[in-house]
């Protein structure tokens, strides 16, 4: 019985799947791009990996604090960058992608320029959406956090992480982009590395900051499609294209 | 005596002025493009033509609320579009242009693209920063505020609206676009019609929407450079570009 009961849950998350999968194509299809369809993380209870001090703050409705810097004590390894968790892993950078999709469960995607379909946006803060990004030889995490700054004003915050040092990431700027009901807003910069915090890029507000309301006016059916692109880096001066 | 205190004054006034605009083309002379310092309208309390409702609002912290619509009796008339004042003015959409740079002396730029650079964004919210934008046959009026819709984080809310119809703001698309320190954020939408009240395009936050954090990465010296397209409107679809 419980088989039968365990087969149609996964025959109805399926087909939740195809739903999800099929109004992104209907979207992006003329772009060719790949849509991946990421469903959001919003409650830290049932997370085997956390350790006492992070139930704590997600009992409280307080994300994790960062304490990756603290953590490491050899220089050669650094510290489980999943900002989901307050995750007692270390290893080498080389190993970090793996920890993460074997360990977290966050999967990767591959090409220059792809669609994070970020969905059931209405759902309460904190909630996190993370995808890794493979392109041009090296991976990128994707986090886009619903957190509220100010007390019941939840917002959305949306950053691009290299999995490598800050000088690797250096070389990069990435893109997001909202596109919908004839508005377009697009935020450039260069990634920062995930050895440092999400948490304080995302408190320092160095990243896409999107209120509510225009959360909503680019949202369609409670999903939330953000164009990523990657490219190597080139000067940002404020005299090109301005 | 008088007579040279003023004059000492004005001479102040055109080496800060000349200061600014040095700085303005220093970051934008490569591009081409017209920069306009705009100095920002920070107290409503000396203003002589608000009514007295708008006088209360503003000493106690508040914009004055847009009472356009109720205020307009013959179909023919607009009320005053300035947002800075509850101003009693009424007349046809012709003769807003005129109205708002005489009565509010507000400036008029041409130029397909500009760069508006908004000085002192230090100063507490509320506060404005307005012109006005002359393009393809048409008159625009941009505006910065600085407002707390949270209290105690300040945000800063830029928009564009046609000084014209709301059938005839559909023609066009306007663009704005901060680029500094290897970040670049650019929002695109339809200019809203005059006609409707640009408090509740920001209440909306149907607009560019900065953090006061973000607002300090993009400015230098606290002024925010902010460099203006505008064209006429193409299908934005999801599919093109993303």
């Keep these: 019985m419980l088989f039968f009961t365990q087969c149609f849950g996964a025959v109805l998350d399926l087909i939740h799947l195809r739903f999800q999968h ?54 050669q390894l650094v510290p489980c960058t999943c900002p989901l968790y307050s995750c007692p892993w270390e290893g080498h950078l080389e ?8 360990t977290h469960r966050i999967n990767i995607l591959q090409g220059a320029e792809i669609v994070f379909l970020a969905t059931d946006m209405h759902l309460p803060a904190p909630t996190d959406w993370i995808i890794m990004h493979s392109c041009l030889g090296h991976q990128f995490l994707l986090v886009l956090r619903k957190q509220e ?14 999995i490598g040092t800050p000088t690797q990431a250096d070389n990069f700027t990435y893109r997001l982009e909202l596109n919908r009901n004839q508005r377009r807003l697009k935020w450039e910069a260069t990634p920062r590395s995930v050895l ?13 900051v999107l209120n509510t309301s225009l959360a909503q006016l680019f949202s369609d059916n409670g ?20």
């Design 95 to 102: 190993v970090v992608v793996s920890h993460l999709r074997q």
């Design 149 to 162: 700054k100010y007390e019941g004003h939840p917002q959305f915050f949306a950053t691009m992480m290299l």
């Design 196 to 208: 440092e915090c999400v948490d304080s890029v995302i408190s320092d507000g160095d990243c896409l």
């Design 22 to 75: 099929y109004k992104a194509k209907r979207v992006f299809s003329a772009a060719g791009q790949l849509v991946c369809v990421v469903n959001p993380t919003h409650s830290l209870k049932y997370a085997p990996t956390r350790c006492a001090a992070a139930q704590t703050s997600a009992e409280q409705g307080i994300l994790p604090p960062c304490h990756h810097h603290e953590a490491v004590h050899d220089p």
């Design 223 to 242: 999903s939330l499609a953000i164009g990523i692109a990657i490219t190597t880096s080139k000067v940002h001066n404020a005299e090109d294209e301005m």
